[in-house]
Nanobody
Framework: QVQLAESGGGLVQAGGSLRLSCAASGRTFSNYVMGWFRQAPGKEREFVGRINRSGLMTSYADSVKGRFTISRDNAKSTAYLQMNSLKPEDTAVYYC???????????????WGQGTQVTVSS
């Protein structure tokens, strides 16, 4: 099991950009598929996107496709979520997660970060 920690959240105006980072501990980062999720108050945790072990394949929820980009640097044991053209409905706590296989369901991810708040003002 890998341990994760998100950073980079904050307050941004609509139309702006923000880059989230997810730092992983240990030497096995490249063995994990990395996913990003978000959760607004009173709502269920929502899939945002994922990236495979090599970083060559990504998948995104329709709500963020074309605006968000997931990347990873295995040498630095870090995954990233670049968010552009942010909208107020993107406001949520954002989590990174690790899975031993390609997955998009929260229950399929073994490790989770503590979350970082992203607030988009209109």
């Amino acid at each position: 099991q890998v341990q994760l920690a998100e950073s980079g959240g904050g307050l941004v105006q609509a139309g702006g950009s923000l880059r989230l980072s997810c730092a992983a501990s240990g030497r096995t980062f490249s063995n994990y598929v990395m996913g990003w999720f978000r959760q607004a108050p009173g709502k269920e945790r929502e899939f945002v996107g994922r990236i495979n072990r090599s970083g060559l394949m990504t998948s995104y929820a329709d709500s963020v496709k074309g605006r968000f980009t997931i990347s990873r640097d295995n040498a630095k044991s870090t995954a990233y979520l670049q968010m552009n053209s942010l909208k107020p409905e993107d406001t949520a706590v954002y989590y990174c997660a690790a899975s031993p296989k390609y997955a998009d369901r929260p229950g399929e991810y073994n490790s989770w970060g503590q979350g970082t708040q992203v607030t988009v003002s209109s």
